[in-house]
C-alpha cells in the first residue's frame, strides 16, 4: 500500500490550504475508477489530526478502496466556527467527484466516513441541505454516496441535558445553529444508506 508522500491540496480559503492525505490500493483500478472513501476527523469539532484514520483507509486500500483524508478547519488551528468543519467536508467530497477521472476514482461510489464528531460532520454531508462554499462548483453534488459513521455525535440539540446544551451552545455558539446541524433532526426520505458502528 502506498501513503501518497505528498499532500495534495482540495481547498484554499485566504492563506490556508486544506489538503487530502490519499491511501491507494496497489491494484490495477476497475473500469470506471475505484470506490472511494473521504475520511473526516475533527476532535469535538475542534482539533485535527489527518494520520487518525489511516488505519482503516490502510485496510480498506487492501480491498481495493481509494481513501482520502480529509483537511477541515477547526476551532482550535484555525479559529472557525463548528460549521466550517461541513462546509469544508461537503468541498472534499465535491473535489474528489469533481477530479474523479483524475483521481482514477468512480465519481458514483464515494462514500463518507467519520467518527464522533466527524461522524456527525459525516452525517451531515448526507443528510443536510445548505452549508455549502459559494466558491465551489455547486453543479457538483456535496453528498456522498454512502456514509460509514462510528459513535457518531448524531444530536447536537441535547433537549432536557442542560450539560450538553451548554457544551454545544459554546461549540455552535447560536443554539439554532446546533439544531440546524444536528443530523438526527434533519433525517428525510432519499438519505444515502448508512452504516452506523
Known sequence: ?????FEHPFKTIGD?????YV???????????????????????K?????????QSAYLASRGVMCFNAEVRVNAIHNTP????????????????????????????IAASGGSAAGGVTACCGVINGYEDANDDLSISSR???MLIFNPR??????????QQKRLTEIFGDPQKGHSLSPVHN?????PPTLIM
Request: aromatic share 10%.
Open 16 to 20: 490556508t490550504t486544506l489538503n487530502l
Open 82 to 109: 463548528a460549521e466550517k468543519c461541513v462546509v469544508d467536508a461537503k468541498s472534499a467530497i465535491r473535489y474528489v467527484r469533481q477530479n474523479a477521472a483524475t483521481l482514477n476514482v468512480d465519481p458514483n461510489h
Open 23 to 45: 491511501i491507494k490500493p496497489d491494484t490495477p483500478p476497475p473500469q470506471g475508477g475505484y470506490p472511494a472513501v473521504v475520511f473526516f476527523f475533527c476532535g469535538g469539532w
Open 1 to 5: 500500500l502506498m501513503i501518497e508522500p
Open 144 to 146: 456522498p454516496d454512502a
Open 187 to 191: 433525517v428525510k426520505p432519499g438519505n
Open 47 to 55: 482539533g485535527f489530526n489527518h494520520r487518525a484514520l489511516f488505519p
Open 154 to 163: 448524531l444530536d447536537t440539540v441535547c433537549e432536557g441535558n442542560e450539560w
